[in-house]
């Protein structure tokens, strides 16, 4: 029997076989929004300049009464004034003609994908800005670029703060991803069960996802000595270095002065002038330190992974 040669190809059928689209669409993974979830939100205070008086950089001096009846001795003790400047308005603006819009996949709602996407770009410029805030720190610093984080360096940021009698029950951890996974997880104590402790009896590190399911509870990936942890790829990371954080949530604040409900604002209109719909996210905002001494910037390499 022959064999055939000559039979059709996907090139000679082009013309009827037709392309198709799949009203799924690749969105974005989104970043966790934790920074403004927990430090101090000064958005309802309004204005340019946000004071924010500080008493507890000068301490009081205990006198001594030794002869009854004499005259005392009075003191004033200096306060401080922290500023937040709310000087910052980002936005992304988008336009689709009619005639593109009308031929989109009517499937796919791609007005609602694209305005999702623009609102977390924007919310993600403020969780950088209040990460970017490290730079700020002096008071305490811990870690350096050459090594990976280690448990002492942990406890040593704790020591730090209550040392200064900061609440830790206020406080938390912001880590990198990459050092949370590779090197807090390579630290044995962080893992074994007499660390982590039988059923409900708690020792020093407790992990797992607390919480429900707000973007804040889903970067909570467990506690290290009673401190929440958080993980946020808004972490800094430069000069092979990932700036880490354990903050009381009145070491950093933001006020975002953005109209409506939402810091994120999106508007749309249609422009006869352009036959077209424009889009419009926008966010007016400021990051301030307001407490520097309840802030410890936690150094750890963004080069090395734990053994």
Request: some cysteine; proline content about 3%.
């Amino acid at each position: 029997m022959a064999v055939t040669t000559d039979a059709y190809t996907s090139a000679d059928l082009a013309a009827v076989i037709p392309e198709l689209w799949t009203p799924n669409v690749n969105k974005e993974f989104f970043a966790k929004t934790v920074f403004a979830n927990f430090v101090r939100d000064l958005s309802e205070m309004g204005g340019d300049i946000i004071h924010v008086p500080g008493v507890y950089t000068n301490s009081f001096t205990p006198g001594t009464q030794s002869t009854q009846g004499a005259e005392i001795t009075t003191e004033s003790v200096a306060m401080d004034d922290n500023t937040l400047t709310v000087n910052t308005h980002k936005y992304i603006a988008i336009l689709i003609g009619d005639k593109d819009a009308n031929q989109i996949l009517r499937s796919v709602n791609i007005s609602k994908m694209w305005q999702e996407k623009m609102a977390d770009a924007l919310a993600k410029v403020l969780e950088a800005a209040i990460a970017a805030l490290w730079s700020s720190l002096s008071t305490n610093t811990v870690g350096d670029t050459a090594t990976v984080l280690a448990d002492a360096e942990v406890r040593q940021a704790i020591e730090k703060l209550a040392s200064a009698n900061v609440p830790l029950d206020e406080c938390a951890f912001f880590v990198h991803p990459y050092v949370y996974w590779n090197q807090l997880h390579s630290i044995a104590k962080y893992y074994q069960q007499y660390s982590v402790g039988p059923g409900n009896v708690a020792g020093p590190v407790t992990t797992g996802n607390f919480g429900g399911n707000t973007s804040m509870a889903r970067a909570l990936m467990g506690q290290l000595y009673g401190i929440p942890v958080f993980t946020s790829t808004n972490v800094v990371g430069a000069l092979q270095t990932y700036r880490n954080l354990l903050l009381h949530k009145d070491a950093f604040a933001f006020a975002v002065q953005t109209s409506g409900a939402n810091h994120v604002r999106i508007q749309a209109s249609y422009e006869l002038r352009n036959l077209a719909t424009l889009t419009i996210a926008d966010i007016i905002y400021g990051v301030a330190v307001i407490r520097e001494p309840a802030a410890v910037l936690v150094n750890a390499s963004s080069a090395f992974i734990g053994s």
